[in-house]
């Protein structure tokens, strides 16, 4: 499902793509960082942002976003990153949220707008 193929020489190890039929039905994409002293990463410690993970809409609850995660997950840790973080804009905060906290992942950071 997820692959890296040619992409890695081009965009880095932190881009990955699945694709079904040879049509890209979903990517994800992190970039490195050191933190400089988060509440919840300590200063010094190296750790990977999501910055952006697209599932196509037909293709969701079919474990590919879950597969995903995991590959950029296993790329990071392979270069001693065991830290990730994750940011959202979305209108469908109980369905992200449940599907993060799935993956292992807690929440640090809320905003609420009326």
């Given at each position: 499902?997820?692959?890296?193929?040619?992409?890695?020489?081009?965009?880095?190890?932190?881009?990955?793509?699945?694709?079904?039929?040879?049509?890209?039905?979903?990517f994800?994409?992190?970039?490195?960082?050191?933190?400089?002293?988060?509440?919840?990463?300590?200063?010094?410690?190296r750790?990977?942002e999501?910055?952006?993970?697209?599932?196509?809409?037909e293709?969701?609850?079919?474990?590919?976003?879950?597969?995903?995660?995991?590959?950029?997950?296993?790329?990071?840790?392979?270069?001693?990153?065991?830290?990730?973080?994750?940011?959202?804009?979305?209108?469908?905060?109980?369905?992200?949220?449940?599907?993060?906290?799935?993956?292992?992942?807690?929440?640090?950071?809320?905003?609420?707008?009326?």
């Amino acid at each position: 499902m997820p692959h890296n193929d040619s992409w890695n020489s081009i965009f880095g190890p932190y881009f990955l793509v699945a694709d079904r039929d040879h049509e890209i039905v979903g990517f994800i994409f992190g970039s490195e960082h050191t933190s400089k002293g988060l509440a919840v990463i300590p200063a010094g410690q190296r750790y990977l942002e999501i910055d952006d993970f697209y599932v196509t809409p037909e293709c969701r609850s079919e474990g590919i976003g879950a597969g995903l995660l995991a590959a950029i997950e296993e790329a990071a840790s392979r270069a001693g990153i065991e830290r990730f973080l994750v940011y959202s804009a979305t209108k469908d905060l109980d369905r992200i949220s449940n599907f993060y906290r799935e993956q292992g992942f807690k929440s640090w950071y809320v905003q609420l707008y009326k």
